[in-house]
């Protein structure tokens, strides 16, 4: 099994151009999640979908984010215009079912995003 | 909103030491994950844990939902356990995950 595979794993940009981050998810898995992690915030649940349906994005910081899933093997997050403080590492993983089921979810490697 | 505090922030223990990591909620959940952060930056989920107690190989995680807190506990810890543990409990009614702010820990050979 590959695991969760984003790209790209870093990217660095200007300030005000658009960023758009790729997860693909393990094959079979319904769940999938896209975290942003900072040293001031720590780990942060962005958007979570559930069968390509997003069911919550109240993690969203605003509406220069977005994220799509227009099929179950791939998911992207857009970020524009980027700002700097949307430095940080972001993260996708995925789950097979839901938590009752206890299955844990399964992380990517993430993408270090650097905005100049 | 889930409050989740765990400690110690920090800690350095000498290889062979028993380490034992806290984690303390504020909010009823379904589900508690302890996650594992290498230096390279990569996050593998350890355990996830809904009530008594689990066990992989020489790490131990036990919850008690009642007093809304959880351990993880390494025996005879290495230098390869050196890594941030992140404590992530799981909402009721959703997927969602709140986490903790980590406990970094540093074993010395």
């Known amino acids: 099994d590959a695991g969760v595979i984003q790209s790209p794993r870093h990217e660095v940009t200007e300030m005000g151009q658009e960023v758009t981050l790729r997860c693909k998810p393990i094959s079979g898995h319904d769940y999938l999640f896209w975290y942003r992690q900072t040293m001031m915030r720590g780990l942060e649940l962005l958007i979570y979908f559930n069968n390509n349906v997003p069911i919550d994005d109240s993690g969203m910081p605003e509406d220069r984010f977005s994220a799509k899933m227009p099929n179950a093997s791939f998911s992207t997050l857009k970020i524009q215009p980027s700002e700097p403080r949307d430095s940080a590492v972001y993260f996708c993983?995925?789950?097979?079912?839901?938590?009752?089921?206890?299955?844990?979810?399964?992380f990517g490697d993430g993408t270090r995003l650097s905005i100049l | 909103k889930n409050e989740v505090e765990q400690s110690p922030q920090n800690l350095t223990a000498q290889e062979g030491e028993f380490i034992t990591i806290n984690c303390s909620y504020s909010v009823g959940i379904s589900a508690l994950h302890w996650l594992q952060q290498h230096p390279g930056g990569g996050i593998v989920s350890l355990f996830m844990?809904?009530?008594g107690k689990k066990k992989h190989g020489r790490l131990i995680a036990t919850i008690n939902i009642q007093e809304k807190h959880s351990s993880l506990h390494i025996t005879a810890s290495h230098p390869r356990d050196s890594a941030v543990y992140i404590c992530?409990?799981?909402?009721?009614?959703?997927?969602?995950?709140?986490f903790g702010t980590g406990t970094r820990l540093t074993i010395i050979p």
């Open positions: 844990l809904s009530s």
């Open positions: 992530a409990p799981n909402n009721f009614g959703n997927e969602k995950l709140t």
């Open positions: 993983a995925s789950s097979p079912g839901p938590r009752w089921s206890n299955q844990p979810q399964h």
